[in-house]
């Protein structure tokens, strides 16, 4: 029931001013905009199930939700803790801000089982076929090829130099972006992402604690790698994430700092398997308890004079 929440308003826009009859709505779909799919399922979803946006983006977050709730469900050796995760890393907000983008995300998360079971070229056509969700995603195809690999592996460090160098060079790197997106849809979004402030340095340093955790236990953890194939892709995972809020937090918040999400949600499975192996004993309860208590310091402070609008209760800031 709620009417503005980060980008949730123009959603709700968007769906108003979709035609509520079918011929209407393919006239409406620019097939050369940014998700042209997803504009056509809410369409169809206005013709044939209900002109009630609450109800649309209900049926979004459900889709979203169930694809996060399955993977977790089958990969996690704690799934409660995963839950906790999922709310504390404020990963839930994206079924809220930013709905589309996690739309992919989700869906790809539930396809995970293609990385590990090394199915690259559906994979691929998993990804392009996302793309017309949003165009975002595509930068899973290469992250492929580094969750396949060995945690810590030269591959890993080949990664780690090349965002170096991005960092190094991240305006020339945006100079050129910005010369290769003219006359598209994005011209011009460049110079507008090199004005923001980039990454919050307090959410890299949150995203960094955990490859710093896996680094350590690194060890522990190699021992389970052929009982869990889905550790290694997770670890590779994580620090894919903090390096890409890494070179957020340098170059563009809203640039980079879209494109982490697709990697963060692997999260939910490492944290639990790195608390459960890497960790024993007396350490084990200690770990977990500070642990949670960054967690629940990290959601205070990013929520912290966080607003929210909804039809029945009202503004809540």
């Known amino acids: 029931m709620r009417r503005n929440f980060g980008d949730t308003l123009a959603y709700i826009n968007a769906f108003k001013r979709m035609p509520s009859d079918f011929s209407g709505v393919l006239e409406s779909i620019n097939w050369d905009s940014k998700g042209p799919v997803f504009d056509l399922a809410s369409g169809l979803f206005k013709c044939f199930i209900s002109d009630n946006y609450t109800w649309w983006l209900m049926t979004v977050a459900i889709i979203s939700g169930a694809c996060i709730l399955h993977t977790v469900r089958k990969y996690s050796c704690d799934f409660f803790l995963s839950s906790f995760i999922f709310i504390a890393m404020l990963t839930f907000m994206w079924m809220m801000n930013g709905i589309r983008q996690f739309v992919c995300v989700a869906i790809l998360f539930a396809f995970c089982d293609l990385i590990k079971n090394k199915k690259f070229i559906i994979y691929t056509l998993v990804v392009l076929l996302l793309t017309t969700v949003h165009s975002t995603v595509i930068i899973m195809i290469p992250v492929y090829f580094l969750a396949r690999s060995k945690p810590w592996s030269k591959m890993t460090m080949v990664f780690i130099s090349g965002i170096i160098l991005l960092c190094l060079f991240a305006e020339p790197f945006f100079n050129g972006v910005d010369t290769m997106l003219s006359g598209t849809s994005y011209e011009g979004s460049v110079a507008q992402f090199q004005e923001d402030d980039g990454v919050n340095p307090i959410r890299v340093a949150f995203y960094s604690l955990f490859p710093i955790l896996e680094f350590w236990k690194k060890d522990e953890l190699a021992e389970y790698y052929d009982k869990y194939p889905i550790l290694p892709i997770c670890i590779n995972m994580s620090f894919v994430t903090a390096l ?33 192996i890497g960790f024993k004993g007396k350490e084990k309860s200690i770990v977990k308890i500070l642990l949670i208590i960054v967690f629940i310091f990290f959601f205070l402070l990013q929520t912290s004079g966080m607003g929210y609008d909804s039809e029945l209760t009202g503004t809540i800031v």
């Open 244 to 276: 890409l809020y890494l070179v957020g937090m340098v170059t563009s918040g809203i640039l980079i700092g879209r494109f982490p999400i697709y990697c963060e949600v692997y999260n939910l499975i490492i944290i639990p398997y790195l608390l459960d």
